[in-house]
C-alpha cells in the first residue's frame, strides 16, 4: 500500500488525464463480521454514482471518498465488487491491479484511490473499506462508486479477398462535437491517398499489402488511440520459387531435390510439379526427388502451387552433365585447366526462368 500527501491533487496539479469521480459520506455503516447475522448497508443500484472515463495509453482515474475516524482505525484501503458478509481483499492485492493502485491521503482526512492505465475491464463497483481496534466494528463505504469505462475501437468484417473492397469503422460510446478521426495502420499515420469518410475508412480494391492492423483516434487527443482491429486479406501464391539441391552442377548417376517455396493467404496446401512436354504430374508435394538422375531427366520443370484462392507456378531448367562428358573434361585437365572451365561452362546448364513465359 502506497500513501502520499494528496494535498498537490487538489490544486490542478494533477495531468490532464486525470479524473476525479468523489462521493461524501456523513456517516460510516457498519458491516458485521463473515457469519454475522447483520450486515452492512443495502445496496441498491439507484444508490450508485457514476464515473465514466476514456481509456487510452496512460489514464489515470481517482476516486475520492471521505472517511470520519471515531474510533482508532487500523487498516484503511479500496475494494471492488463487495458481497454481503464476505471480508474482500485489498485492490492492491487482486490481481490485474499491481503496479497500478496508489493510495493518497491529505490533510482533510480524504483517502484516494487512484487508477493508472485504466482499461475496460476496469469496470466495477469501488468501495472504501475501514478496519477498526474494535472487534467487529469494520466500516464499508456505501453505496459505492461504479465505474464506466468508455474507448474508440476499430470495427471491420476482419477478412476480405484481394480485389474486394473494405470498410473500417472507429466508433465510441464518448459524446463527441464534430470529431476528425486519425487513422493508423501498424502503428503509422495513413497517408492522404486513403479515402476517409466521417468515422470510416475505405479501402478500394483491397490487395496483399493492406493487411496489417489498423486503429483510430481523435484529432486533439492522439494519445489515445483505439486498440488496433487486424485486417487479413486472402490472396492466391506470390512470389513461387523453385530451389535445387545440391546446387551447382548436376552429374548423371546423382540425386536431385526441387524445392518449391510461396507466399500465400491461407497457405498453400497443394504442390504439384510438372515436367515441360508432358501433360501428366510428375510429383507432388513441397519437395520433389530424382533419384540416380540421367540426360534424360534435362529440362524444364514447375511447380503449381494452389490454395482456397488461387494457384501460381514457378518453374526451373534442370541440365544433367552426362558421365562421358565428365570424364573427357577429367582428361583434358592436363592440356589446360582454362580449356576445362570452358567444358563445364558448357555443358553444366543451370538457369530459372519466368513464370509468366510458361
Known sequence: MKKRDAG?????????????????HSRSRPVETAGDASSGAPDHDDDVQYATVRTGRKPDVVIRSD??????????FWVIDPVPKQDPPDLTTVAGYSGRVEYLVDKINHFTLKLSNVMKKDEHKYCFRVLTDVEGQKWMGTPGIKLRVTELHVESTGEVTEGE?????????????????????????LTTEMIQKNQQLHLQTVSSEDAGSYSCAVRGSEHLPSTAQTLRVRHPPKSVSVSISPSGGIVEGSSVTLTCSSDG???????????????????????FSIISITVNHTGLYYCEAQNAVGVQKGSVMIGVQSR?????????????SNQAAQARSTDDTYEALDPQTL
Open 324 to 336: 562421358w562428358m565428365k570424364k573427357r573434361a577429367a582428361g583434358s585437365e592436363g592440356t589446360g
Open 67 to 76: 472517511q470520519q475516524e471515531e474510533l482508532q482505525v487500523t487498516l484503511k
Open 8 to 24: 498537490s491533487d487538489q490544486d490542478g496539479s494533477d495531468q490532464d488525464d486525470v479524473q476525479y469521480a468523489t462521493v461524501t
Open 265 to 287: 493467404d491461407p497457405p498453400v496446401e497443394i504442390y504439384t510439379w510438372f515436367k515441360e512436354g508432358g501433360d501428366s504430374p510428375v510429383g507432388s508435394g513441397q519437395s
Open 165 to 189: 473492397s473494405a470498410v473500417l469503422t472507429c466508433k465510441t460510446t464518448c459524446s463527441l462535437t464534430d470529431p476528425t478521426f486519425i487513422w493508423y495502420k501498424d502503428g503509422r499515420p
